[in-house]
């Protein structure tokens, strides 16, 4: 078997049968593969790997060039996605071959840090990767909203087709890259392709001319559903503004739902509120996301308030092995190579539960991922309290 990088051209013919079959249903109309040859001019920045055997391509993956903000800093993200081998020819470890080099040639192409979407969690912690929340979805009818309807908001809603609204809503996300933690967006060659969406209105808060707010959506009846993407905000303003203009179709659709970051809490929206919060998770369809440092190096800089220092060994992992200083001060972290004796050993998923927010050090043991002595626990904690990270980017 040889492994191979291909150019975005010549994906359609080395990749598309393979992840049709794997993703769409199928047969699919042979119209597909050149709908699909007619988008590579946005794939021209993804790293396209394909395992070879006598000239047939039996497995593929990609890492999509993304950028993610990890506790304020923003990093470049591999983005794995396309994971994919042919049935003949699965679980003779093709495809651990082509994803252990796809995450070292990211990193050397400069990404600290990946993410995916995974088919099932288990197979995605063999190389590393820690589960992140997945966003949740509420649903309520707009009277639940009443209050809002005549409130005076300083502040106004437009509804615009997706095409007009592209270019305040790409400034949007990529201003919320910079404030939010765990957002993520691709890069401007495959950003550009969301640019052509339509059948999808946007509604964009302003306030003072400034963009605070924005959701994606569409209608799909009279009396019937209004189906939103992700609540977009900048703060309490933007959501305000944005239920508000979803409670004025009280009486032209039945019910709103509206992706959320799982540190929403809609049943806070309004008193008398009913609305169902759900975060379900099912595999392999909708399962939440899983991140990974690629190198320790993400580490620095990332916001904390803790002046402390702990000394860790990463375990496990040909990537972040070694020894390592972990040095919170003056509201940042550094982390440089040591020969100390460690206080906490962690496999790869443990240090980036820690460093994504998802886990405190007690979880992290609990789940395996690692030992820390009773004196680091504390420690650990402090230099990376939880905080739910908000991926938004889906692929
Ligand atoms: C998922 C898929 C890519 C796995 O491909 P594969 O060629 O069987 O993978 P490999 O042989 O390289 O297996 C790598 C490792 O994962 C393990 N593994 C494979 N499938 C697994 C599964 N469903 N659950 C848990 N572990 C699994 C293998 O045993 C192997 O472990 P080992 O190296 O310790 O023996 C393949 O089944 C596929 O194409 N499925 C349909 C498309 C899909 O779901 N893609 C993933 C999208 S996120």
Not at 215 to 222: H, L, P, T, W
Request: aromatic fraction near 10%.
């Amino acid at each position: 078997m040889q492994i191979r990088q291909i150019p975005a051209e010549e994906r359609p013919g080395a990749m598309f049968d393979l992840a049709a079959y794997a993703f769409e249903s199928s047969p699919w109309p042979e119209a597909d593969k050149e709908t699909y040859a007619r988008r590579m001019p946005f794939y021209v920045t993804a790293t396209g790997l394909v395992a070879e055997e006598d000239g047939q391509v039996l497995a593929a993956v990609t890492a999509l060039a993304m950028r993610q903000n990890v506790r304020g800093v923003v990093h470049d993200m591999a983005g794995v996605a396309s994971v994919v081998s042919h049935p003949s020819a699965r679980r003779r470890g093709f495809v651990r071959q082509l994803l252990t080099r796809l995450l070292e040639q990211t990193r050397e192409q400069g990404c600290v840090v990946s993410a995916l979407y995974p088919f099932r969690p288990s197979f995605y912690g063999h190389f590393g990767y820690v589960g992140m929340p997945r966003v949740r979805t509420a649903t309520f009818a707009p009277e639940g909203l009443a209050h809002l309807v005549r409130a005076e908001l300083p502040g106004e809603v437009e509804r615009l087709p997706f095409a007009a609204a592209f270019d305040e809503f790409d400034a949007l996300t990529l201003r919320l890259l910079e404030e939010r933690h765990g957002f993520a967006v691709f890069d401007e060659t495959r950003t550009a392709e969301f640019r052509e969406r339509t059948k999808r209105w946007v509604a964009i808060a302003r306030s003072g001319g400034e963009v605070v707010g924005a959701v994606i959506y569409r209608i799909d009846e009279y009396g019937g559903d209004l189906i939103a993407e992700d609540l977009l905000t900048t703060g309490p303003l933007g959501r305000a503004l944005l239920l508000q203009y979803f409670a004025r179709h009280v009486d032209q659709v039945a019910r709103v739902t509206m992706k959320i970051g799982a540190d929403e809490v809609p049943d806070l929206w309004g008193t008398d509120f009913a609305v169902v919060t759900e975060g379900r998770t099912d595999y392999p369809k909708h399962g939440g996301p899983m991140v990974r440092l690629l190198s320790m190096t993400a580490l620095n800089g990332l916001h904390t308030r803790a002046d402390l220092g702990v000394t860790v060994e990463v375990i496990d992992d040909d990537l972040l092995g070694g020894r390592y200083r972990i040095t919170g001060e003056a509201g940042t972290l550094t982390v440089e190579e040591t020969k100390d004796e460690p206080q906490a050993t962690l496999t790869c998923a443990g240090i980036s539960a820690l460093a994504y927010g998802v886990l405190d050090p007690v979880e992290v043991v609990l789940r395996g991922f690692g030992q820390v002595d009773a004196g680091a626990v504390e420690t650990l904690g402090a230099l990376f309290p939880k905080q739910m990270p908000y991926l938004f980017a889906d692929f």
